[in-house]
């Protein structure tokens, strides 16, 4: 009886990822086929990395507001509060852009490298009423990337954003459901926190390794490493789900303000939500 009572509680969360991985192998598949059977292009998939990406944004196209539409406790009243000008990382196809008050923002740069995205998402921006505000830049938030990307809009070096990358450029930068697929987290951490104006604010929405030790789980957590053995990161565009997000957003730089906590943290997929503020100087 004890058991039954275990598994029903307990199965729903920890067998979602399954039906996620389900979804994201489905598209994988269908992936393959549009490149071989449609456009006739086989030696495209010689670049296996491509077609993880290109799979993934398959999935978000269709799935992505639906995947948007039930997002952590307390991240709407983070976003309402978005002012001045911000670095959306990996806004993927602005699915969450509904959830900001665009007039008092006055400029938005989505850093995503996806660029079958970029549709959505300027469209997504154009309709919740960003107008010019929103600037789409076709990088990643790693370092090597977003910097270049950065000097290449005139972004760091412009007037109105007063910055370069030593001083700060930006009076938010948001991590909304994407520390999980950068490439070397604690440097890109380090390097957005370098971008941020003293006193700026960095919001926080990401999955993280369950918290076993502390509010969660350790059956979570094994079930994390079994979904990471199937294929998780593979399928899901390089997304991890056993990264110590937290820990890399505390040591990053310093922090005159830390607000963070965990959402759903005995769950598979449990999220750290929440806002730093770097120190005035
Ligand atoms: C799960 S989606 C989340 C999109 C959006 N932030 C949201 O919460 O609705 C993850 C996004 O991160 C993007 N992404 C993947 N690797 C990235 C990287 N290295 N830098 C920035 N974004 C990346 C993906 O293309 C995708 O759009």
Redesign the pocket.
């Known amino acids: 009886m004890g058991l039954l009572k275990w598994a029903k509680d307990n199965m729903p969360t920890l067998l979602r990822p399954a039906v996620l991985l389900t979804m994201a192998a489905y598209h994988f598949i269908m992936t393959i086929l549009e490149i071989v059977v449609v456009e006739r292009q086989p030696f495209q998939l010689r670049n296996l990395q491509e077609v993880r ?1 290109r799979s ?2 398959r999935l ?1 196209i269709r799935n ?1 507001a639906d ?2 539409a039930e ?1 952590p406790e307390g991240l709407d009243e983070l976003l309402q509060q978005c002012r001045g000008i911000i670095l ?9 852009l509904s959830r900001f008050n665009p007039n008092q923002i006055n400029a938005m740069y989505g ?4 660029a079958a ?1 970029h549709p959505g998402l300027i469209a997504n921006a154009k309709k919740q009423g960003f107008g010019d505000k929103y600037r789409a830049l076709l ?4 370092p090597t ?2 910097i270049p990307a950065l000097s290449k809009s005139n972004i760091l070096a412009k007037s109105g954003t007063g910055g370069t990358a030593e001083n700060g450029v930006f009076d938010e930068i ?5 520390l ?4 070397q987290p604690r440097e ?1 951490l380090q390097n957005l926190y370098s971008l941020l104006k003293p006193g700026g604010r960095m919001v926080v ?1 990401e999955h993280v390794a369950n918290p076993w030790r502390s509010e969660g789980k350790f059956y979570s957590r094994i079930a994390q490493v079994v979904y990471t053995v199937l294929g998780w990161p593979f399928f ?4 991890e789900m056993q990264r110590h997000t937290r820990e890399y957003l505390l040591d990053a730089g310093r922090w005159k303000t830390i607000n963070l906590r965990f959402v759903d943290a005995k769950a598979a997929i449990p999220f750290v939500v929440g806002e730093l503020v770097k120190v005035d100087n």
């Open positions: 990406y993934f944004a978000w992505g995947m948007s997002m959306d990382v990996g806004p993927g196809s602005g699915e969450l850093a995503e490298p996806a995205l990088c990643g938030g790693e990337s977003l948001l991590c909304l459901r994407v999980c697929g950068v490439p890109t929405c899901m565009g390089g997304c």
